[in-house]
């Protein structure tokens, strides 16, 4: 700013009170830059007399160190200063104290410069030569349009917790609707009530073992709860047949995969790795499943875990065409199938985390509420 402007010891001395409503009952921190020492001084002094507390740097590097220390909430700076100018530091600023209102001082004759540090991102400019009062005026502006920029933020980030929080219980009240269905579902069949919880309990358990993220049991326990839910749009001659099915009968079961992706394509959007449980867990690793008949490299682990699951609470409840096998059997089962049906490490995993002495089924564990993880590591 230096001596091209008429602020003095002089001028500052014929000032009167400054009134600026608001900022006189609340001080604010407020940074001059300027390399001329004189300046900075009566500049100081003036604007404190307007009721800021007020700080100087006298060079662009200085002020940098001082926003480092300090909450500030507007510099004033001179543009042109040996070393960094002030376009530079307003640059800098921006980019680390994007809350800080910048006030750059001109020269007459460069509206240009002015305009250029307004487009990129000072809240107001003042040219020389000035008045304290003017400097003053700039000031309150400025902090008036920072102090609404950040009404607005604040506004934008209630407003977005808001949504994300009516956009929770949504989902909420779906996920409670879609495991209703799965309740209904299981109690068209009383030879398999309570199958979706106890495979949802057993693949967490799985999950656990393997020391799998808690976002990936929460997602593996999710799809294992839903697995099942595309049996809702299986006829009950076919889900309900006393006797072994025939060829076509077997295929429209299996058809219950495809109908729940579908069923709760939307929900699970944001959790596809749920998703696939509920599509994929009838895939096998020798790619002779349902219904894509993928093979082993395609089949993430997350479903390799519900498929163990799922397929070991069907072997030990009884059907009304079966009785149920005993648990020695069932674990010799998922070890004769392993490498072909099951992963071979997840029947391990099942096998340690269900040790000798345990009964099975294990009774149907209590309902459990159902929740979109908001981490997903990936599995």
């Known amino acids: ?14 000032q009167p009170a ?37 700080l100087k740097a006298s060079s662009a590097e200085e002020a940098l160190e001082t926003l480092e220390q300090y909450d500030v909430e507007v510099v004033v700076t001179d543009v042109h200063m040996p070393g960094m100018d002030g376009v530079t530091l307003l640059g800098k600023i ?18 240009d410069l002015a305009v250029s540090c307004l487009r990129g991102g000072a809240h107001d400019f003042i040219t020389k030569p000035f008045q304290i009062v003017d400097v003053q005026a700039r000031i309150d502006q400025a902090l008036e349009k920072r102090a609404l920029i950040l009404e607005n933020k604040r506004y934008q980030r209630d407003l977005e917790g808001r949504v994300q929080g009516q956009a929770a219980r949504i989902e909420e009240l779906f996920l409670e609707g879609v495991q209703s269905l799965a309740d209904a579902l299981d109690a068209r069949d009383a030879y398999t009530q309570g199958h979706s919880a106890r495979v949802a309990m057993y693949a967490k358990r799985m999950a656990k073992q393997l020391q799998l993220p ?11 709860a839903l697995h099942d839910i595309g049996k809702i749009g299986v006829t009950d001659d076919v889900l309900l047949k006393p006797g072994k099915l025939e060829r076509h009968e077997y295929e429209a079961l299996m058809e219950h995969t495809v109908i729940g992706a579908r069923i ?41 875990i519900v498929t163990v699951a799922d397929s070991f609470d069907a072997m030990t409840t009884a059907r009304v065409y079966r009785r149920a096998m005993d648990t020695k059997a069932a674990f010799d089962e998922l070890h004769r199938c392993a490498g072909s049906q099951f992963d071979p490490d997840v029947v391990e995993a099942m096998v340690a985390a269900f040790p000798p002495g345990t009964n099975f089924p294990v009774p149907t564990p209590q309902r459990v509420r159902l929740q979109l993880p908001h981490t997903v590591t990936g599995v």
């Not at 700013?1 to 014929?14: C, P, Y």
């Not at 939307?266 to 790619?287: C, F, G, Y």
């Open 1 to 14: 700013m230096r001596g091209d402007n008429n602020l003095t010891d002089s001028d500052d001395s014929r």
């Open 18 to 54: 400054c009134t600026s409503l608001s900022l006189r009952a609340n001080q604010v921190n407020c940074l001059v830059v300027d390399d001329d020492e004189s300046f900075l001084r009566v500049m100081v002094r003036a604007l404190e007399r307007c009721g800021y507390w007020t």
């Open 214 to 224: 808690e976002a990936d049991v929460q997602l593996i326990e999710l799809g294992a």
């Open 264 to 304: 709760l394509g939307n929900l699970l959007k944001n959790a596809p790795e749920a998703l696939t449980i509920v599509r994929s867990h009838h895939e096998r690793l020798d790619a002779a499943g349902f219904p894509d008949r993928l093979p082993a490299h395609d089949i993430p682990l997350h479903v390799r």
């Open 94 to 111: 921006r980019d680390r104290w994007p809350d800080v209102a910048v006030v750059v001082a001109t020269g007459m004759t460069e509206v």
